[in-house]
């Protein structure tokens, strides 16, 4: 069970690259919606999603699992594409099993649920991208140069202090320290693989699948980095409805997390 919200669940599955770990949340009453998949950002898991899970599971079960190499998740035995990880999470619920979910994604999740509806329109109902990482050309192959570097650690404790101040100092006036440090320790889970969800995402042709993702989607752009990117995928996606909330500027589920499952919660009402 999860040390802040001890009724969210961890629960092992099955996918294409071994055992899938997740965080579950039962629906709170009756469970008349589809389940909520939460597609978590990289180099982190499905943790990052247990602040806002409470605040969505009104009549619907939410799942947050682990990429494969990632919390606690089996690893590939080599680099995955972001194909892999939708496969994988397609696997998951072919396991659980469920015929039909909303998703919702953040950062690197929104790679992750765009290829899902992509490669299986029928299983994805709803589609919420929140901050995409949507870049083309030369900014894609410029970035890949700088954030697909294999982190290295061995028994000098020093290594461990950039991962310290980026995921813990610089994080302490946005949420608590629990927090803070709950997400540093995820961040390391995944030690010299740490990169390889990073390579998939900026191999990933996101201007080429993204016009062919005809479906509606509801895109949502704060201001906490991403927010250029993510007016950019609004336009690129031919049925998009962008929501902007430049009011959240950091810490998106933690001092944004109430906020932005108002959003969520909107997105996923039901249509009249």
Not at 163 to 178: G, S, T
Not at 199 to 225: C, M, N, Q, W
Request: glycine share 6%.
């Amino acid at each position: 069970m999860s040390a802040a919200n001890p009724a969210i669940r961890h629960e092992y599955r099955r996918c294409r690259f071994g055992e899938l770990h997740l965080h579950y949340l039962p629906a709170n009453g009756l469970d008349v919606q589809p389940p909520l998949l939460c597609l978590h950002p990289a180099p982190y898991s499905g943790a990052w999603f247990t602040t806002v899970m409470p605040l969505l599971n009104e009549g619907r079960a939410v799942i947050a699992p682990d990429y494969p190499g990632y919390g606690g998740s089996a690893a590939p035995g080599k680099e995955p594409t972001i194909d892999d990880y939708a496969g994988a999470m397609l696997d998951l619920l072919d396991d659980l099993p469920i015929a039909r979910v909303d998703v919702i994604g953040f950062h690197t999740g929104c790679l992750v649920g765009a290829e899902m509806s992509l490669a299986s329109a029928d299983r994805i109902r709803r589609l919420i991208l929140i901050d995409v990482p949507y870049f083309t050309g030369e900014e894609r192959r410029e970035l890949y140069a700088q954030a697909v570097t294999p982190r290295k650690f061995d028994a000098d404790v020093a290594g461990l202090t950039d991962e310290w101040e980026r995921n813990v100092e610089q994080r302490l006036d946005a949420m608590p320290f629990d927090r803070a440090f709950e997400l540093f320790v995820e961040s390391l889970r995944a030690g010299d693989r740490s990169h390889w969800a990073f390579h998939a995402a900026f191999t990933y042709p996101s201007d080429e699948r993204f016009s062919e993702l005809t479906k509606p989607v509801r895109v949502i752009a704060t201001r906490s980095g991403l927010l250029d990117a993510t007016l950019a995928a609004s336009r690129a996606l031919p049925n998009a409805t962008l929501i902007k909330r430049t009011d959240i500027t950091r810490a998106v589920f933690e001092e944004g997390a109430e906020r932005i499952s108002m959003e969520i919660a909107a997105a996923l009402a039901p249509q009249r």
